[in-house]
């Protein structure tokens, strides 16, 4: 059975840091691409970060752009969002998923797969 879990969220002050880890099961991790995505309560669900396979290219929303950080350790089939300089506008549920395998996924247009059952991630000011 494929499975994503998120873990690492928590509640931390404005300019704190957190890492988000995403552990992938079930399926050939290393050859997909990968992304986080957010929902906030009243908001759409954001795509935040993907990284494709290899873990050699990445793409960012703007609004994360300096801050967060996408990688992954195929050897350990897992996917993490480094979170630095955290505002309370990125306050929200924090999700990984599955995109295309080999290709990867855009985050506003692809097909995206295998969500995990989220991790809160709660930023005061």
């Known amino acids: 059975q494929v499975q994503l879990v998120e873990s690492g969220g928590g509640s931390v002050q404005a300019g704190g840091s957190l890492r988000l880890s995403c552990a992938a099961s079930?399926?050939?991790?290393?050859?997909?691409?990968m992304g986080w995505f957010r929902q906030a309560p009243g908001k759409e669900r954001e795509g935040v970060a993907r990284i494709n396979y290899s873990g050699g290219d990445t793409y960012y929303v703007n609004s994360v752009k300096g801050r967060f950080t996408i990688s992954r350790d195929n050897a350990k089939n897992t996917l993490y969002l480094q979170m630095n300089t955290l505002k309370p506008e990125d306050t929200a549920m924090y999700y990984c998923a599955t995109g295309s395998k080999w290709v990867c996924t855009s985050l506003s247009s692809g097909s995206w797969s295998n969500w995990g059952q989220g991790t809160q991630v709660t930023v005061s000011s």
């Open positions: 079930g399926y050939m991790f290393s050859t997909y691409c």
